[in-house]
């Protein structure tokens, strides 16, 4: 065993030791429902764009998007477009490395890869800055609600066109919507990649956290996700991510296809 397979081998007890200790998984879930009052995850940006995310969520991401080297990300819920552009700096990324590694020019204009955003409501603030941003090239929209048959028509017909697909869930978080987009997406989403729907915390948090919400406990994320794996065994819970992680607001929402 090489060096790089023994510390593999250590990262893989590290995270079983942390999947097997309640104590500090409850005392994650205690600061998480804490920091909620306090709209933690508002404070982060990335590249100058508001990103509404935990930052162990962005970096499990980026872990993936290395992994998957998708050409297509499509994510329901833009906002201010933080993790729009963070997803496409990702995806930049691997042009530029694959770039290097074949000796090529890597031309921003020519890009395939593209994250596809989704959302009702497109702000003109935000979609003007989307759209100015040194990102831009690896980014397109979609306005429309992204259970709306037009909306899944269009990202149906865009999503042939690629070969490694991943998808982000992070819009609506109710029981029927988010179970409608895993319907309308998760087909989408190739072998050996991920379809990571955010917010199941929701279901591990207080009722008083969402008492201005369509959303609560039992009415999530969480549980849309469970109504969909009982009859989607090509996905799997990628259970090792959020133990690892300790703080997410996904745990249960990172499902690899499998098959």
Known sequence: MDEIQKFAQEV??????????QALQQLSRAWTRDVARHKWSYNFAW?????????N?????????????????????????????????LLAMLDMSEAVESGAVC???STRRKVLGLDIDIRSHNRAAI????????????????VAPETIAKVTDIAKGYRRVLVSLDSNHTHEHVLAELKAYAPLVTAGSYCV???????DMPAELSTDRPWGPGN???????AYLADHPEFEIDADIHHKLLITVAPDG????IA
Do not use: C
């Not at 007890?13 to 999947?19: F, H, T, V, W």
């Not at 764009?49 to 930052?55: L, N, T």
């Not at 759209?131 to 992204?146: T, V, Y």
């Open 254 to 257: 990172y499902l690899k296809r």
């Open 47 to 55: 590249m100058g764009r508001p990103a509404i995310q935990f930052p």
């Open 197 to 203: 729907v955010f917010d199941t915390i929701v279901d």
């Open 107 to 109: 031309d921003p204009k």
């Open 131 to 146: 759209e100015s941003h040194p990102m831009a090239n690896w980014i397109q929209m979609i306005e429309g609600s992204s």
């Open 57 to 89: 969520d962005a970096w499990a991401m980026q872990e993936l998007i290395w992994q998957v080297k998708p050409d297509l990300i499509i994510e329901a819920g833009i906002a201010h477009g933080g993790s729009l552009v963070y997803y496409a700096s």
């Open 220 to 226: 999530n994320p969480k549980t849309a996700v469970r």
């Open 12 to 21: 893989e007890q590290n995270i079983q030791g942390l999947a097997g200790d």
